[in-house]
């Protein structure tokens, strides 16, 4: 079945409930709280590229990226073409990754981050409307808020940064496609790294 | 001071060569890592020619765990990349049959506990009693993990003498009680499908709802959701719900089905149609020609050939006149041949006795099985040739009253069908074009060759019965299977139409045995219009439009796209459900969901219609159907409410999809009036 054919179906199956995520379709709306206090809206960013990154910074496959300046420096390549960066952490309290506001705002300073806001989802509400299963786990939602991009960062599940320069990237993969008017062609892989830590 | 400083570099030349020397052969056994200890172990006290056993055993503190070679929804399997000789095999790793470890609401496969992996590594013999001891060095990377997880990775090594015999190491007991968590050693066999969401294997396997089935691969089905077992007729039907991230049709998937004590693998393959006509072609002409030869038993034919082998015993022949029989049964049946072919490529979906769905070929034959029988019976005038067959063509010996006589003999045999010709004529409905002539012509030959015999060798002949005035009695006598004939197909005509057009026929019958008595005793004119009559009431019941049943059964109604869209415009509530004998997953819902009784009800309501389309042999008309949904296959489950709107039903259906899709829609027709 290619990609075309699972689309059709899913736009024909009634089972499929509408307030998921589903790829190529609607990105379910959300309002979190970020490091600073303020309400942050997906629906904010309406005619944006957005890039989810589901995070924990004490996950070894969260610092395989951070570590080698993986993620920094794709945060850094698309904020420049004016795309969007939201890092949520929806780790609970109490497990791990689980930060204060000040502490997450220091994370960033320290790892030379550059997301456009660090989110808290510590109810894990949003990651379970997204099926957010690992960390590291991304999405990237397109300027008419459709979901483009499900998955893992990229094709090496290891923890190895050594592997970095071996593997695909999927997320940049996805983001230059888009950001050159062309259709995605891996939509969605199943992400690797540690399980998110929800509030059990 | 000079010879000192010999002596020293010397020393140090030494110690530096002994210690390059000792490193290359020195052995890493073991390394720790946060939260886990991992060792690699060997099953024997030294290597031996050909294959040996090695492990590596993960050990992690109380409560943690490492994972199998699927790690589920998060994790990391272990990896081993081994460093040895090019001319040293290194197989797979044995995995242990793992756990099922729930994180949050998401699930990992793993081991809660140590774990040993056991590879085997084939060492060739000239390894043996070499001096120095062989070195297998293996680079190992794992997670583990309690709820946050440690990855970790060390370089192990071993180094042993390849000797002919070993005793066994002091860890062989950890091997053997491994060996016990494998999968066993047999390996099972299944099918499966995949719909929009899910995995349907197939089985014969017994399983119950104790065994579930974990895929090798990651990305395939979705591991925190819950399984279900369906059984029909002896097989196992395994739903698993899919992974969102399986967006293509795997040919092969390979499973662990596993009740948690004892595992399996499974190799599970696509169901296909084409798998279905894997049988070679030699075999299914054997079995077409074996049907033609047991054809001639049918009491359909039997009375004509009787008739005609014991006259063939009277008259010599020419090499013409005994092959034109032959050439007569081979000519019918490949007429047939080509009928099937044309009718396939204008895409109707025909089958061994397709004609016989015609009520008007139904209706003509009980014509010729009553005249055939009247024949016998002297009752018929002899010697004519109505509807080309007469006295002349049973009992006459030019070729082309042989070759009428083959074909004769074919149409006959239509409506009768031998055990094995079923299975070599269902498949040659659904094969290319020259398979079909090739088995039909086996078909005719093995038809033909009794026959075909008594020309050639008339000293077989002598096994037949001298003529006498007994012939006429068995004759008389053969009247009476054609009768049945007839009765079958009379009761076949109402099948297809109704009380009254069945009533029509049996008086047009009935009337047409009188017109042909009544010629047969009168002479000139008379006779002739008795004849007259006779093809009238022939005429009447064949040409009169058929029209089928019109009583609502609960069974469901053949599918027709005409009908559909007249029942759509007649605002009418209709369940279209498109199967084929071949799909597991059709045969799951039929078991599940349509055969439930309240399901039952709701179908035969008077206010829905329900319509079956069969796509075991393809068809055009089903095809175009499909296509209309973005479909290349069956199931498909389509719910109408009149034109307003469709609900296509989900491709695993529960008897509550089916009646609340139906309520659903029988809502909507009321509210639109």
Redesign the interface.
């Known amino acids: 079945?290619?990609?075309k054919?699972?689309v059709?179906?899913?736009l024909?199956?009634?089972?499929?409930s509408f307030a998921k995520a589903n790829i190529d379709k609607p990105a379910p709306d959300f309002a979190l709280t970020n490091t600073m206090g303020e309400e942050v809206s997906l629906s904010n960013f309406s005619g944006k590229y957005v890039v989810l990154e589901w995070t924990n910074h004490?996950?070894?496959?969260v610092q395989k990226h951070y570590g080698s300046n993986n993620m920094q420096s794709l945060q850094t390549k698309y904020k420049e073409q004016d795309v969007v960066w939201l890092s949520i952490i929806s780790s609970a309290p109490g497990?791990?990754g689980y930060v204060s506001a000040e502490q997450a705002n220091q994370l960033t300073k320290d790892r030379n981050a550059y997301p456009t806001h660090v989110l808290f989802d510590t109810d894990g509400s949003v990651g379970?409307l997204y099926?957010a299963?690992?960390t590291p786990h991304m999405y990237v939602v397109d300027p008419d808020g459709k979901l483009r991009y499900?998955?893992a960062i990229d094709s090496i599940?290891?923890?190895?940064p050594a592997d970095i320069a071996k593997a695909d990237n999927y997320l940049d993969v996805a983001m230059q496609a888009l950001l050159s008017g062309k259709d995605v062609v891996t939509?969605?892989?199943?992400?690797?790294?540690?399980?998110?830590?929800?509030?059990? | 001071m000079h010879k000192n400083t010999f002596t020293l570099l010397i020393l140090i030349f030494c110690l530096v060569s002994g210690f390059g020397a000792r490193a290359v052969a020195k052995e890493v056994l073991s390394a720790t890592g946060p939260h886990i200890y991992v060792e690699l172990l060997t099953e024997k006290s030294h290597f031996v020619p050909g294959e040996n056993l090695v492990g590596i055993y993960l050990q992690p503190d109380k409560e943690w765990h490492t994972y199998w070679r699927n790690p589920g929804d998060s994790g990391e399997a272990p990896s081993l990349t081994w460093s040895v000789p090019d001319d040293i095999q290194v197989g797979e790793i044995n995995w242990p049959t793992p756990q099922q470890i729930p994180v949050a609401h998401l699930v990992n496969y793993g081991y809660e506990g140590a774990v040993l992996l056991t590879v085997p590594i084939s060492i060739p013999a000239h390894y043996v009693n070499q001096s120095s001891p062989l070195q297998l060095s293996v680079d190992l990377s794992w997670l583990v993990c309690k709820e946050d997880c440690i990855p970790g990775w060390a370089t192990l090594s071993v180094s042993r003498q390849v000797q002919q015999n070993a005793e066994l190491s002091p860890q062989a007991s950890l091997f053997a009680q491994t060996k016990k968590r494998h999968p066993d050693a047999k390996t099972i066999a299944a099918k499966h499908e995949i719909t929009e969401a899910h995995i349907v294997v197939s089985t014969d396997h017994p399983a119950d709802e104790e065994w579930t089935l974990l895929p090798f691969e990651n990305g395939v089905v979705a591991h925190n959701e819950k399984q279900s077992l369906v059984e029909t007729d002896g097989r196992f039907t395994f739903l698993l719900p899919k992974s969102e991230y399986l967006t293509s049709t795997p040919q092969s998937l390979t499973f662990l089905l596993t009740n948690g004590i004892t595992s399996y693998q499974l190799d599970s393959r696509l169901n296909t149609v084409l798998e279905q006509n894997a049988q070679p072609l030699l075999l299914l002409m054997l079995m077409a020609f074996l049907g033609g030869l047991i054809l001639n038993l049918m009491p359909c034919v039997l009375p004509i050939l009787a008739i005609k082998a014991m006259s063939i015993q009277q008259v010599q022949f020419s090499l013409t006149d005994k092959l034109a029989y032959l050439a007569g049964v081979l000519f019918c049946f490949n007429v047939f041949a080509l009928v099937v072919v044309l009718l396939r490529s204008g895409g109707e979906a025909v089958g061994w006795g397709f004609h016989m769905q015609e009520p008007a070929v139904v209706a003509f034959l009980a014509f010729l099985f009553l005249y055939i029988a009247l024949f016998l019976m002297n009752i018929a005038p002899q010697g004519n040739r109505l509807t080309g067959v007469g006295q002349g063509t049973l009992q006459g010996q030019t070729k082309s009253v042989q070759f009428m006589t083959g074909v004769l003999a074919v149409v006959v045999a239509s409506p009768c069908t031998a055990p094995f010709m079923a299975a070599a004529m269902g498949i040659a409905m659904v094969s290319p074009a020259p398979t079909v002539f090739l088995l039909f012509s086996s078909l005719a030959l093995g038809f033909a060759i009794p026959m075909t015999l008594l020309f050639f060798i008339p000293k077989l002949s002598v096994f037949l019965p001298k003529p006498g005035k007994w012939m006429e009695s068995i004759r008389q006598f053969l009247a009476f299977p054609m009768l049945a004939t007839v009765i079958w197909l009379v009761w076949l005509f109402l099948q297809q139409t109704n009380a009254s057009a069945q009533l029509l026929l049996l008086s047009s019958l009935l009337f047409f045995a009188m017109a042909l008595w009544i010629a047969d005793i009168s002479t000139g004119s008379k006779a002739g219009i008795a004849y007259i009559l006779a093809c009238g009431a022939l005429v009447v019941p064949i040409l009169l439009p058929h029209e089928t049943p019109s009583e609502k059964t609960q069974t469901a109604a053949k599918f027709d796209q005409q009908k559909l869209l007249e029942l759509q415009n007649d605002n009418q509530v209709v369940f279209v459900n498109m199967t084929a004998d071949w799909c597991i997953t059709c045969k799951v819902n039929e078991q599940v969901a349509l055969s439930n009784e309240r399901v039952k009800e709701t179908l035969s309501s008077s206010l829905v219609h329900y319509m079956e389309g069969d796509w075991t042999n393809k068809n055009q008309e089903i095809l175009a159907y499909l296509n209309q949904y973005a479909r290349a296959g069956v199931p498909l489950y389509v719910v109408y409410a009149g034109n307003q709107s469709h609900q296509i039903l989900p491709q695993i259906l529960t008897p509550d999809i089916v009646i609340n899709a139906i309520e659903r829609a029988k809502q909507e027709m009321k509210n639109e009036h």
């Not at chain 1, 939509?187 to 059990?200: A, E, L, M, N, Q």
Request: some cysteine.
């Open positions: 079945m290619n990609i054919t699972f059709l179906i899913l024909f199956t009634p089972l499929v004490l996950c070894p496959y497990k791990q379970k099926s299963k690992t499900a998955g599940k290891s923890a190895n939509k969605t892989t199943p992400p690797y790294g540690c399980s998110v830590k929800y509030k059990s």
